[in-house]
Antibody, heavy 117, light 107 residues
Framework: QVQLQESGPGLVKPSETLSLTCTVS?????????WGWIRQTPGKGLEWIAS???????YYHPSLKSRVTIAVDTSKNQFSLKVSSVTAADTALYYC??????????WGQGTLVTVSS | EIVMTQSPATLSVSPGERATLSCRAS??????LAWYQQKLGQAPRLLMY???TRATGIPARFSGSGSGTEFTLTISSLQSEDFAVYYC?????????FGQGTKVEIK
């Protein structure tokens, strides 16, 4: 059974960098599929952020591309997300998920990140 | 960016009744359309992909139809565990985008 678990600080100061890690169990990331990050807010709903393939090929949401970096560490069976220069608008529930390219499944439980001084 | 629009925002249905949810894309997404269910306090769960293929473990009362820009998710006979928020999502190209959701509530 594939399971994903997000981890990272729950509070980030404005202008700093948000860093999250997703640890995958029950499946080797290196075996294939894309791996992605999605965030959810009451105002904007579900927003796909980025997805990465084990080879390193990555795709980003155009509106976030200048501030976002997604990376994969197959040795640790993890992938990560960095969002730089955060503002209150980056406050959200962040999810990681396996991106099958025909749907996102499964998802992690989500981690709430608040941007505040 | 393709905009996904769902209707209605809220659907009030009695248990045992049929629920029909709509999703419209601002341009064709072919058959690259998925549906998700999200219950309160939980992550979304993949229900359907390729418009009409149920994900693993999804009961047959869930069905999907449509193509191009107009899609429908039908729940044939609502069970108590089906009251939730449902999202459509296209994966036709990047960025993949979601609709704003339809809340199915008990009437």
């Amino acid at each position: 059974q594939v399971q994903l678990q997000e981890s990272g600080p729950g509070l980030v100061k404005p202008s700093e960098t948000l860093s999250l890690t997703c640890t995958v169990s029950g499946y080797y990331i290196s075996s294939g599929y894309f791996w992605g990050w999605i965030r959810q807010t009451p105002g904007k709903g579900l927003e796909w952020i980025a997805s990465i393939y084990p080879s390193g090929t990555a795709y980003y949401h155009p509106s976030l591309k200048s501030r976002v970096t997604i990376a994969v560490d197959t040795s640790k069976n993890q992938f990560s997300l960095k969002v730089s220069s955060v503002t209150a608008a980056d406050t959200a529930l962040y999810y990681c998920a396996r991106d099958l390219r025909f749907g996102l499944d499964p998802w992690g439980q989500g981690t709430l990140v608040t941007v505040s001084s | 960016e393709i905009v996904m629009t769902q209707s209605p925002a809220t659907l009030s249905v009695s248990p045992g009744e049929r629920a029909t949810l709509s999703c419209r894309a601002s341009q064709s997404v072919n058959s690259n359309l998925a549906w998700y269910q999200q219950k309160l306090g939980q992550a979304p769960r993949l229900l359907m992909y390729g418009v009409s293929t149920r994900a693993t473990g999804i009961p047959a009362r869930f069905s999907g139809s449509g193509s191009g820009t107009e899609f429908t998710l039908t729940i044939s006979s609502l069970q108590s565990e089906d009251f939730a928020v449902y999202y459509c999502q296209h994966y036709n190209d990047w960025p993949q985008t979601f609709g704003q959701g339809t809340k199915v509530e008990i009437k």
